[in-house]
């Protein structure tokens, strides 16, 4: 049996409105920004993040629930849980990759609870919704109350647990560009037990295609470098419609020598590099039908 600590003192908070958010976080010394709290609780709990003098429960602002297409793009609000997108019709419909990495989160009750920007913005490795936004080159809107500003995916992570987010701001929209509906994706996830543990590794795969012809294939990878990574030599590979089951192997085998993984308790580095090698071979067959 684990016996966790309880939690540390702090003073809850809960706008109903950006502006009484803004004003909360810049009155207080130091706060944590929550909508799930499934990453941030733990941690406070286990002692692993200094205390805060205050949280913030985004989940008190009705408008920041959403899931929607509009102008051409797939829109996120930060306290969407992972649920509402694995269930939605439109991530349904265009997204398959995003509904698949959405729904391998953790168990029903964590699904029910976590959001999309808190996976993202908790910035671990092994975040299984990360190499999905990779592939589908998501931009993320970060506000403050001195304004906003959007940054792409693969400028946000900067290390383990470490993003480009200040302290004063927060995710306030994910952006994806809608793609052909020919187009196709596999999130593809190694992990010991089916559900409610980490990837040991994570791929995320997606061709794209226009007039029935493939145009670009890209490769998402978690779990196997201090960051979320996209695998650009490999799919360079597969680029201008040069795919054959040749071609294939030679991008699986590049894909996993752009890995960086570490060994730990759940696997070692050279058993991850060959596992992105399989998963990678495995989806991009799968999807390309060779």
Do not use: W
């Amino acid at each position: 049996m684990i016996f966790y600590r309880r939690l540390p003192k702090f003073r809850y908070l809960k706008p109903r409105s950006e502006e009484e958010l803004f004003n909360m976080i810049s009155s207080e010394k130091k706060t944590y920004v929550f909508a799930g709290g499934t990453d941030l609780i733990p941690k406070l709990k286990r002692r692993l993040i200094p205390s805060p003098d205050a949280i913030v429960d985004l989940k008190g602002i009705p408008y920041f629930n959403y899931v929607e297409v509009s102008d051409g793009f797939l829109r996120i609000g930060p306290t969407c849980t992972m649920r509402s997108i694995y269930s939605s019709p439109d991530v349904i419909k265009h997204f398959p990759v995003l509904a698949q990495a959405s729904k391998s989160v953790g168990a029903f009750q964590i699904q029910n609870r976590a959001t999309l920007a808190g996976n993202i913005c908790n910035a671990v490795p092994s975040a299984d919704t990360a190499p999905a936004l990779l592939v589908l080159e998501a931009s993320l809107t970060l506000k403050g109350k001195k304004g906003e500003r959007k940054v792409k995916i693969e400028e946000f992570f900067v290390g383990p647990n470490k993003t480009v987010i200040e302290e004063d701001e927060i995710l306030r929209e994910i952006e994806i560009p809608l793609i052909s509906l020919e187009s196709s994706g596999l999130y593809t996830k190694l992990s010991v037990r089916e559900r409610m543990d980490l990837a040991i590794v994570g791929v995320a795969t997606l061709v794209l295609k226009e007039n029935g012809k493939i145009c670009d294939v890209r490769i998402g990878l978690g779990a196997v470098s201090p960051t979320p990574i996209r695998a650009k030599k490999a799919e360079a590979i597969l680029k201008d419609g040069r795919i054959t089951e040749a071609s294939i192997d030679e991008a699986s085998k590049v894909a996993s020598e752009e890995a960086s993984p570490i060994d730990d308790h759940r696997a070692s580095k050279e058993y991850r590099r060959l596992m992105v090698e399989t998963l990678l071979k495995r989806s991009l067959k799968k999807l390309l039908e060779v």
